[in-house]
């Protein structure tokens, strides 16, 4: 293979995985934009959808995505009782206690698919998992390409949402000033609570469509896709639901171009130093709005 | 102050006389003292200054490093724990320098980043760590005949730093730096109109943090006597260490020392109902905390004494 051919297929892969990453960071970002909660807990919710899919296929013997059909309502139906259970109730407490209390949620949901499902590593086995498609010398795995189109489909139907609907129009005002929605008569408690069901929703939905990528294990994986999607979200600008698109794709393309060109044992260490970098230059994101500094 | 001077020289006596009555169970007992003195040197940034870091693991591990690598060399502990000291020191200035211009959720994120970076740095700097498999602390010195690999001896280590670390914020909640950590945990723009420089005060904060959970990260490297980087640099114990100190009482003297006792307690007791699981706990903890108590179990008694003691003095 040619150099430039090489780097197609990096930047192939680097977009794809970006993809991934800013389907995982969408729900995060969305919580954060209204509810300016950072979501401990959205990693785990990522895990709790793979495991969905992964009993679901276990049990049933379908294909893991169908489980879609049960994943999703259940999601958002599971991330508004969380929020009126626990969050509702320390809206006007200090920023830190909704951090922390996402915090011993996200203990809570793995430790609790440690307990029931056991801590083993689990996937699905599924023909296409493996499958590739090639386009000019540039291989691209097909469950990338779907989880793309699951990301392009999700956001479009988040964009949809917030700006055709009038749902979503009292969700845009409740972002942008909880009081002044209020006085205009948006129920900003109910607001809060379809908003972290969505941003549930959106982390189940990353969590089926990865698993026939990757292995589930109950712990340590819902700290590395929370922390994924923290700098997929901060890379793209916070509270933006469009950059995120961009932050995942950034941070897929660093990662891969970074371990194909230097060192690849520091794949990781890579998106997290772009992250430090960007926090600190340039803490609206890449391409966010808000020009206030933190 | 007297109070405080009370509590610690109950500590030193009960510590004194526990292994004699208990020799059996003094593994948990360092655990406790552990944590207890991690959450404390913790507490001086978070509570104190108010600047939730979820990456302390960091100088668990660079403490733990330190002495292992320092005694296949040759240096003994008492001359590498003063170098971890110094080594956090410096790695928290760096850090600070660079993270402290940002603020509240900002900054607990950029601590997640730099946490995960150095556990990156240990696994793969083989020549340095003995990477992923981690190293061994094969010999340690026997000073005055004392063998250090014993659970006795390590137990009066462990000891000595939990009541050292918590004799250094007794110190510090009395003198004027310690009033500068809270006036810049307040309110940042006050302080800077009253003359101080927030940043600084901040890094003073993280560096004396940092010096003093090395040190416990020495001993824990002594305890383990095998260090391996997933564990030691691992997100689940920053996480650990901030929640005893909030569970226990942020910005009080004898909060994180409880939450210790509860939380290593709690884990034992429920070590064998949920196995491997036993985070679970400090989940449901938390929350409870956050809802219920958000000023954790030892500030809320701090506030009802407070209350009653003004309202007694109000009625005569």
């Known amino acids: ?99 922390l209390a996402t915090l011993g949620i996200s203990l809570i949901i793995g430790n609790a698919i440690l307990l029931t499902v056991g801590g083993e590593p689990r996937s699905v086995q599924v023909a296409y998992a493996s499958t590739t498609i090639s386009i000019g010398g540039v291989h691209v795995s ?55 069901g969505l941003g549930t929703m959106l982390a189940v939905v990353a969590g089926v469509t990865l698993i026939p990528l990757l292995f589930a294990t109950p712990t340590n994986m819902g700290a590395v896709f ?31 171009l970074g371990a194909s060109y230097l060192a690849s044992e520091y794949r990781e260490a890579y998106g997290l130093a772009a992250f430090l970098l960007i926090l600190l230059f340039r803490p609206e994101g890449l391409f966010g709005r808000t020009v206030k500094r933190v | 102050m007297t109070t405080h001077l009370v509590g610690l020289g109950v500590l030193v006596v009960v510590g004194a006389v526990y292994p004699l009555v208990f020799p059996g169970a003094l593994t948990i007992a360092i655990a406790v003292l552990l944590f207890a003195g991690w959450a404390t040197a913790w507490d001086v940034l978070g509570g104190w200054n108010g600047q939730v870091s979820l990456g302390h693991a960091s100088f ?48 607990s994120l950029s601590t997640i980043a730099v946490a995960e970076i150095l556990r990156l740095i240990a696994i793969n700097e083989g020549w340095l760590t003995g990477g992923a498999t981690g190293v061994f602390i094969a010999t340690l010195p026997e000073p005055f005949g004392i063998d250090l690999f014993s659970r006795t001896a390590q137990f009066y280590l462990a000891l000595a730093f939990a009541a050292g670390v918590i004799a250094t914020v007794i110190v510090v909640s009395r003198i004027r730096f310690g009033y500068q950590l809270r006036a810049v945990r307040e309110d940042e723009e006050a302080a800077m109109a009253a003359g101080l420089d927030p940043t600084g005060v901040k890094l003073r904060a993280f560096m004396l943090s940092a010096a003093l959970t090395a040190v416990g990260g020495g001993l824990y490297g002594m305890v383990l006597a095998f260090i391996e980087p997933h564990v030691i640099f691992s997100l689940l114990l920053s996480v650990q260490i901030a929640l005893t100190s909030i569970i226990g009482g942020r910005g009080t003297v004898w909060g994180p020392a409880v939450g210790a006792l509860i939380l290593v307690g709690a884990g034992e007791a429920f070590r064998t109902t949920f196995a491997q699981a036993n985070l679970l706990i400090y989940g449901v903890l938390i929350l409870a905390v956050v809802l219920f108590v958000p000023r954790g179990i030892v500030g809320e008694l701090v506030r009802r004494h407070v209350r009653r003691r003004y309202a007694r003095r109000a009625q005569s």
């Open chain 1, 1 to 99: 293979m040619t150099d430039w051919v090489i780097l197609l297929q990096n930047l192939a892969n680097g977009v794809l995985m970006g993809g991934v990453y800013a389907l995982v960071g969408v729900g995060l970002t969305l919580v954060f934009g209204v509810m300016r909660t950072i979501n401990f807990a959205h990693g785990d919710f990522v895990v709790l959808g793979m495991y969905a899919a992964v009993l679901f296929n276990a049990l049933l013997g379908f294909d893991p995505y169908l489980s879609l059909v049960i994943a999703v309502p259940v999601g958002f139906l599971t991330g508004m009782l969380v929020e009126r259970l626990v969050l509702a109730r320390i809206v006007d407490a200090p920023p830190e206690s909704a951090l």
């Open chain 1, 142 to 196: 097909m469950v990338l390409l779907v989880a793309g189109a699951a990301t392009v489909a999700a956001i479009a139907g988040l964009y949809a949402l917030l700006h055709r609907t009038e749902i979503g129009r009292a969700i845009r005002a409740t972002a942008e000033n909880r009081l002044g929605a209020e006085l205009v008569g948006i129920d900003t408690r109910a607001i809060h609570a379809i908003v972290f």
């Open chain 1, 226 to 256: 929370t922390l994924k999607a923290f700098v997929v979200t901060v890379l793209g600008g916070l509270g933006s639901v469009g950059a995120a698109i961009a932050g995942g794709i950034v941070l897929g393309v660093v990662e891969v």
């Open chain 2, 60 to 107: 668990v591990g660079l403490g733990a490093y330190v002495v292992a690598i320092g005694a296949s060399h040759g240096i003994a502990p008492w001359w590498a724990l003063p170098l971890a000291a110094v080594a956090a020191a410096v790695l928290a200035y760096g850090w600070g320098w660079t993270t402290f211009r940002l603020r509240g959720p900002y900054f």
